[in-house]
């Protein structure tokens, strides 16, 4: 376990990596930080400072200076950012300008934290000028990462945060990491020991047990840094996301569950997880954006196929996903009044938005979704372009979804099978099924009606009318059918697909040659409370809406209309003559 964590360490950077890190082990080690590493701000040499008993017992401010790597004779003494330089400066300012007054008479303990090793050349150096700067009541200490390993094994991975057949878990996972079929189990099950398993199923009130979670959370926050800094190593960022995405599924039902939504230490730690989910996504955006913009880029000009759409559409989701925690991002930093931030994320977001829109039209089989659950997929990425005014690219794509997928219906060849299994797939794609079987993967549709629906948001009328008018000759026999969540899916949504355990299936679905009439059954329908309203989840009510979009890629849970239908409704206002305000 010592070796990973060092590995692990050694691939950290020094600003918002390894400065995020030590806080938590400090903590642990019952140091408590009194100041922490800010961009921008004059902090006269000192990165973290914290205050607590040192190995006598003896109440001690301690002042670190983090560097990453191993630490040479240039990274000593080699310019105002070396640490020789910056051990002067400590002296010579912080401790006169900086030390709180209730701390002015603790003794001062200065570490050097690196994620290295002191190397050779620069120990005399080093060693000289402690044994010439060393008082009564001045020390100076050097951590390396051999240091921190130990220190991070017992205190943030010890018995009562892991145990030891979690321990093994965690190696076989970063064993596998690497491998395309591997699908995360073992890293999943350590999860959900800490996250799901832990608990009795009554509120967390007590603040020992609340203390407890936190520490599990923050537990699980180091297994996913883990996890991802070993896929990255290993080219395999897909599995970094998937882990990103459960972490984040299960933190925020661990909360929900133990009804600590007000607490702020669990919400601070449930922020972290996602931070660093967060940053997965940037790097896998990174990685893959030049493969989006190229021709073919995911499909390497093997023609259209079931694998290859496969694949399209998992790219197609993951790429909305990452869209829509950015447009997430600007909604909250507008609330905050932080305009510089909302500004920064919606640029972003529509950045992913337009590399969304390349890859589809790089990827012919984009227009030719072969699962009907790829209705997740198109909701997801219709949402994105919809909140970016991606109108016309949208209507474009509806163009040739509209126009593939009647066909496929119709002559009963590649079209999106009912049952989402790989198998039925491939039995169709080489011709072994036969005309009963068939019809049996094609006897309903979830993706046909998310296409009229988002038709309309979009403003492209002429594809609802289109698929509408098709239904007799493409569409016989089949049920188009939506899933809408209730009061139940709260209860499941973040851990298992939703589905199967809670909601209202609508089927047998008609749609009325007049866009008012079908509105007016939508309003309705609201109205009747046979449906619930986005408020009856608390990722939508009390944090962040995204959660929800990343439960249904995760869990492959069908995308609640109840999201698309307030767009609905304000974009066919004028349909519906006195019934909207």
Known sequence: MKLIIKEFLSQLRE????????????????????SRAQVGVRQNGVDIAAVGKDKNGIKTLYLFVLKVGDLGRRDWDGGVNAVRATLNQIQDSYLHTSVREEHQTLPVRVVICSTGELKQEVQQDYTGYINGHTTSNLRFEFWSGDDLADMIDAHLLDEYAIDPSQRADLRRAIALIGSRDYDLRHAYKIAQALLIDSHDGAPVLSNTRRRLFVRQMKTVALVLEVVFRWADE???????????????????????????????????????????????????????????????????????????????????????????????????????????????????????????????KNNASSGSPRYDGNAIELSLAFLLLHLTDKHEAAKQWLD??????????????????????????????????????????????????????????????????????????????????????????????????????????????????????????????????????????????????????????????????????????????GDVPGQMN
Not at 15 to 32: F, N, V
Not at 466 to 479: K, Q
């Open 15 to 34: 600003s918002g990596e390894l400065d995020r890190l030590l806080p938590d082990l400090l903590a642990r080690m019952k140091l408590i930080p009194i």
């Open 234 to 360: 290993e080219g395999n960022l897909l599995n970094a996301f998937k882990m990103g995405e459960r972490c984040c599924l299960w933190a925020w039902e661990a909360i929900r569950v133990r009804d600590v939504f007000k607490y702020r230490p669990a919400i601070s730690a449930f922020r972290d997880i996602y931070q660093i989910h967060h940053r997965i996504c940037a790097a896998y955006f990174d990685k893959l954006k030049p493969f989006f913009w190229a021709r073919d880029g995911l499909s390497g000009f093997t023609g259209e196929n079931a694998l290859v759409t496969d694949k399209v559409f998992e790219q197609i989701g993951i790429l909305a996903e990452i869209g829509l925690m950015q447009q997430h991002h600007a909604e909250m930093a507008l609330v905050e009044g932080n305009e510089v931030a909302a500004a920064l994320a919606a640029a972003n977001a529509d950045g992913v938005a337009d590399t969304l829109i390349a890859a589809i």
């Open 400 to 573: 040739d979804l509209a126009s593939r997928v009647s066909f496929a219906f119709k002559v009963k060849q590649h079209f999106p099978v009912a049952t989402d299994a790989f198998d039925d797939l491939v039995a169709m794609e080489v011709g072994e099924l036969s005309e009963d079987q068939v019809e049996k993967l094609r006897h309903l549709s979830t993706l046909v009606p998310t296409l009229m629906y988002w038709s309309l948001i979009m403003g492209h009328d002429e594809v609802y009318h289109c698929l509408r008018d098709r239904y007799n000759s493409a569409f016989e026999g089949v049920c188009l059918q939506l899933w809408y969540a209730d009061d139940l899916t709260e209860s499941v949504i973040y851990r298992l697909p939703a589905q199967y355990e809670s909601g209202t299936t609508e089927a047998l679905l008609s749609f009325p040659e007049q866009i008012g009439d079908l509105l007016r059954a939508d309003i309705k329908k609201a109205e009747s409370k046979a449906i619930v309203s986005l408020d009856a989840l608390s990722a939508v009510k009390q944090g962040p809406w995204v959660v929800i979009a990343m439960a249904c890629r995760h869990f492959r849970t069908p995308f609640p209309p109840q999201f698309w239908m307030p767009f609905l409704l304000q974009a066919k206002a």
